[in-house]
C-alpha cells in the first residue's frame, strides 16, 4: 500500500484492509493527521464522503496568519503558535504553497477600531512573530496605494501595515495526502463511513460505501481518527447514539473575482461586531470575505446566496473602490463552515480553539482548529492515536511535502526542461505543484496536445487532468476542475471544458 494513484486501486486496497489509524475526513486536519501517523511508520487508511479536502478545507480564506483579530480575544498563545507554523510552512513544509503577503488595514471615518489601537494591535502582532517579515506600523497612504491600487482614499485617517502568508488551501491538504500516501497510507475519496465496528467495547474498524459505484467495504482498524469538520458529532453518534452536540458550526462564504493582477498586498478592513473584511488578490484574482452566521442545517447542503454577496461586496466597498466591486466580476462563490466550542455568545467572538476527544469506545474526534496550525493539530491527533495502540508518538519535526521547493526553483527547473512553455503556465504549475510540475507535464512527451489549455483563459493545462486521474485520486468532472485544477474557480468550466475532462477520466489520452 504504497504511493498516491487512482481511486480504483485505492478502493481495491482499501477493501478487506486492516490498519493501525483509520482516519475518517481528508480535509486539512485529516491530511495532517495520516501524515504524522504514517510518518510514524503505522499503517494508514483514510477516507472521506466526498472529493478530497472537498469542504471546508477548499473555502477557507486561504490565509495561513496568526489572527490579528484573535489578540484582541486574549489568544496570545494561539497567535504565537500560529506565526510559528505559518513560517514553518512557507520555509520548509510548502515554500512552492506558501506566499508571503503583507497586508493593510485602512482606518477611515466609521471605522470601528481608532487608528492608535490598530497601530498597537499590529505592534504586538509583529512581535509575535519577532517582526521576521518585515517591517510592520503605520505607513503613508500614498505607499498604501501603491500596493493597493484599488483602495479608497476618501475619509482616509491613516493606514497601517502587517504581514502574514496566504495559500492554496485545498492544494496544500492534497499535497499532505500525497505525503501519507507516499509513507504507505490509502487515500481514498467518495467512501462514506456507515457504521463503525466495534470489537470488546472498543472501535475496531468501520464499514462504508462506495457513493460512486454502491459497493460495500469494511476496513479494520486498531484506531479511528474522526476529523470529520462539520461532520464531528454526526460521526461520534455512529459511536455513541447518545452523544450531546460537542460543536457549533458558523457559515462563511467568499467571493472570486476577476481583478486584483496589480495588487502587491491585501485589505484587512475591521468590521462592527469583531469581525473583519478580507480583499485578498489570490490566484490572479481576488478573493473577498468573509461572512460570520450560525448555520444549523445539514452541513453538506451549505451553499453561498445571494444575499451573502451582497453583504460581502457591500463589506468590501468600506474600503475598495466600487469600480472593483461590479457584481458581474464575480466568478466563483465558496461556501465553508467553521467548527466552533459549543458555548454561548456569537460565533464571530468564539475561540478558535482545537478540542480532541476520546470517545465512550476509544475513537478520537477532533473538533474545530485552524488551517495555519494544521500541522500540529494532526500531529496531536496522530499522538493519541499511536500511544493509544501501544505505538511511540509521531517526530514533532517539520518535514516538505512532495515536490516542495521555492517557486522560482521550480520555475527555472520547469523551463528549463520545457523552453516553449509559456511563463504563466509555468509559474501556475510551480506554485501548485512544486518540482512535481515535471511529473504534470511528462504526459506532453507522448501526447503533445496535453500541454495545451483546458481554456483559453487559464493557466491550466490538460496534463493536469491526466496527472488528477492518475496520481491525484480524481474520479469525477468536479473532482478535477474544482479540486485538483482552478478551472472552476475562474469560472471557465465550460461545457466543452467538462466533455474534455469527461473523456480523459474516461481512458482517453486527451480532451477530443
Do not use: C
Not at 382 to 393: H, K, R, V, Y
Not at 466 to 477: F, G
Amino acid at each position: 500500500m504504497t504511493g498516491a494513484g487512482t481511486r480504483e486501486r485505492s478502493l481495491s486496497e482499501a477493501d478487506g484492509a486492516s490498519v493501525d489509524v483509520l482516519v475518517i475526513g481528508s480535509g486539512v486536519i485529516g491530511a495532517g493527521t495520516a501524515w504524522h501517523a504514517a510518518r510514524a511508520g503505522a499503517t494508514v487508511a483514510v477516507v472521506d464522503r466526498g472529493d478530497l479536502a472537498g469542504a471546508t478545507s477548499s473555502a477557507s480564506s486561504k490565509l495561513l496568519h496568526g489572527g490579528l483579530r484573535y489578540l484582541g480575544m486574549g489568544d496570545v498563545g494561539l497567535v504565537r503558535e500560529a506565526h510559528a507554523e505559518r513560517r514553518a510552512n512557507a520555509r520548509v513544509i510548502a515554500p512552492h504553497l506558501v506566499r508571503h503577503l503583507p497586508f493593510v488595514v485602512p482606518v477611515r471615518d466609521g471605522s470601528p477600531v481608532p487608528l492608535w489601537k490598530v497601530r498597537a494591535g499590529v505592534l504586538l502582532y509583529g512581535a509575535l512573530s519577532r517582526f521576521a517579515d518585515g517591517r510592520s506600523g503605520r505607513i503613508p497612504a500614498r505607499r498604501a496605494v501603491q500596493l493597493v491600487p484599488a483602495l479608497r482614499r476618501a475619509g482616509l485617517h491613516g493606514t497601517v501595515l502587517y504581514h502574514d502568508h496566504e495559500t492554496h488551501d485545498g492544494r496544500l491538504a492534497l499535497s499532505a495526502l500525497r505525503a501519507a500516501a507516499d509513507a504507505g497510507a490509502v487515500v481514498l475519496p467518495h467512501a462514506e463511513v456507515v457504521r463503525l465496528v466495534s470489537e470488546g467495547g472498543q472501535v475496531r474498524g468501520a464499514e462504508l460505501t462506495d457513493r460512486l459505484g454502491g459497493r460495500r467495504l469494511h476496513i479494520a482498524a486498531r484506531a479511528v481518527v474522526n476529523a470529520t469538520g462539520p461532520w464531528v458529532d454526526a460521526v461520534r453518534r455512529l459511536e455513541d447514539p447518545g452523544a450531546a452536540p460537542s460543536v457549533r458550526l458558523s457559515k462563511g462564504v467568499h467571493l472570486v473575482l476577476e481583478g486584483g493582477r496589480d495588487w502587491s498586498a491585501a485589505v484587512t478592513t475591521p468590521l462592527p461586531g469583531g469581525r473583519v473584511s478580507f480583499a485578498i488578490p489570490w490566484e490572479g484574482m481576488l478573493l473577498l470575505g468573509t461572512t460570520d452566521e450560525p448555520y444549523d442545517g445539514d452541513p453538506g447542503d451549505v451553499r453561498a446566496t445571494d444575499a451573502d454577496e451582497r453583504q460581502i461586496l457591500a463589506e468590501a466597498a468600506f474600503s475598495i473602490d466600487n469600480a472593483v466591486l461590479d457584481p458581474g466580476r464575480v466568478r466563483t462563490r465558496l461556501a465553508g463552515l467553521r467548527v466552533l466550542p459549543l458555548v454561548p455568545g456569537e460565533t464571530s467572538r468564539a475561540r478558535r480553539e482545537t478540542i480532541v476527544t476520546r470517545g465512550p469506545q476509544g475513537m478520537i474526534s477532533v473538533a474545530g482548529g485552524k488551517l495555519t496550525t494544521w500541522r500540529a493539530i494532526g500531529h496531536r491527533a496522530a499522538g493519541l492515536a499511536l500511544t493509544g495502540i501501544g505505538g511511540s508518538p509521531p517526530a514533532a519535526d517539520a518535514m516538505p511535502l512532495p515536490g516542495a521547493a521555492a517557486p522560482a526553483t521550480a520555475e527555472r527547473r520547469i523551463s528549463t526542461a520545457w523552453p516553449g512553455l509559456p511563463i504563466d503556465i509555468v509559474m501556475h504549475l510551480a506554485r501548485h505543484h512544486g518540482l512535481l510540475g515535471l511529473d504534470v507535464l511528462a504526459a506532453g512527451h507522448n501526447h503533445p496536445v496535453l500541454l495545451d489549455r483546458i481554456h483559453p483563459d487559464g493557466p491550466d493545462i490538460w496534463a493536469q487532468v491526466v496527472y488528477a486521474r492518475d496520481r491525484e485520486w480524481a474520479s469525477t468532472v468536479t473532482d478535477v476542475l474544482r479540486g485538483r485544477t482552478t478551472v472552476a474557480l475562474r469560472g471557465l468550466d465550460t461545457d466543452d471544458v467538462r466533455h474534455g475532462v469527461e473523456r480523459i477520466l474516461g481512458g482517453g489520452s486527451g480532451p477530443a
